[in-house]
Nanobody
Framework: QEQLTESGGGSVQAGGSLRLSCVAS????????MSWFRQTPGKEREGVAG????????RYSDSVKGRFTISRDDADNSLLLQMDSLTPEDTGMYYC????????????????????WGQGTQVTVSS
């Protein structure tokens, strides 16, 4: 059974950096697009960054553009998120997710379009 496992979360001061990793137990052609989402209590999951696994084209939310970088390492089926210049507003539980189909690039950050999710890794940024 396919599984996603995130790691790399932790506590950091504002201005610091973290690198998140998401490893897939197995890579399948269904993992057409992969993304990172984050969620804080009482709020919906927010799409942070996404990547087409073949073309490597990327998408970012406006709140992280220029600070976060999403990438994929085929060697170990991992999805990476380099997070720099962190602010307290970046605090939350970060999840990786995959989806197998795409009709409109604009809906890359729609959580209900994703079929497989990891369990999440907590990121806490203090001021």
């Amino acid at each position: 059974q396919e599984q996603l496992t995130e790691s790399g979360g932790g506590s950091v001061q504002a201005g610091g950096s973290l690198r998140l990793s998401c490893v897939a137990s197995t890579y399948t052609h269904d993992m057409y697009f992969m993304s990172w989402f984050r969620q804080t209590p009482g709020k919906e999951r927010e799409g942070v960054a996404g990547i087409w696994t073949r073309s490597r084209d990327t998408r970012y939310s406006d709140s992280v553009k220029g600070r976060f970088t999403i990438s994929r390492d085929d060697a170990d089926n991992s999805l990476l998120l380099q997070m720099d210049s962190l602010t307290p507003e970046d605090t939350g539980m970060y999840y990786c997710a995959t989806r197998s189909t795409f009709s409109h690039a604009a809906d890359w950050d729609q959580a209900d379009k994703y079929q497989l999710w990891g369990q999440g890794t907590q990121v806490t940024v203090s001021s």
